[in-house]
């Protein structure tokens, strides 16, 4: 049974940082590609990240909108996986969900992850 948790959404004006956590249990972190995914009320679930592996290293796919301001990095040792948030805006607030699957990398569509956590709320304020 795997199980994602996240924490370290909360409220923070724009221009400001947030760095989220998502903590993965149950499963070998080091083979399992986690994509980060906000939605607002009454919203399609939009893509922000996904991590790949390549030569044993890991990086990071954006979303356009988030690009340059936001970063995936993982700590395999800690099994967790971190969203690093930078120059905030207004139109990033929105709940933050990971989500997990095995077997490839870079995964854009939410339809394609097998777990999910529960969300974190981020809002900024202008």
């Known amino acids: 049974q795997v199980q994602l948790v996240e924490s370290g959404g909360g409220t923070v004006q724009a221009g400001g940082s947030l760095r989220l956590s998502c903590a993965v249990s149950?499963?070998?972190?080091?083979?399992?590609?986690v994509g980060w995914f906000r939605q607002a009320p009454g919203q399609e679930r939009e893509f922000v990240a996904a991590d790949r592996r390549s030569g044993g290293n890991y990086y990071g796919d954006y979303a356009d909108s988030v690009k340059g301001r936001f970063t995936i990095s993982r700590d395999n040792a800690e099994n967790t996986v971190y969203l690093q948030m930078n120059s905030l805006k207004p139109e990033d607030t929105d709940v933050y969900s990971c989500?997990?699957?095995?077997?490839?990398?870079?995964?854009?569509?939410?339809?394609?992850?097998?777990?999910w956590g529960q969300g974190t709320q981020v809002t900024v304020s202008s």
């Open positions: 149950g499963r070998i972190i080091g083979s399992t590609a």
């Open positions: 989500a997990a699957t095995r077997g490839r990398w870079s995964v854009y569509e939410w339809d394609e992850y097998d777990y």
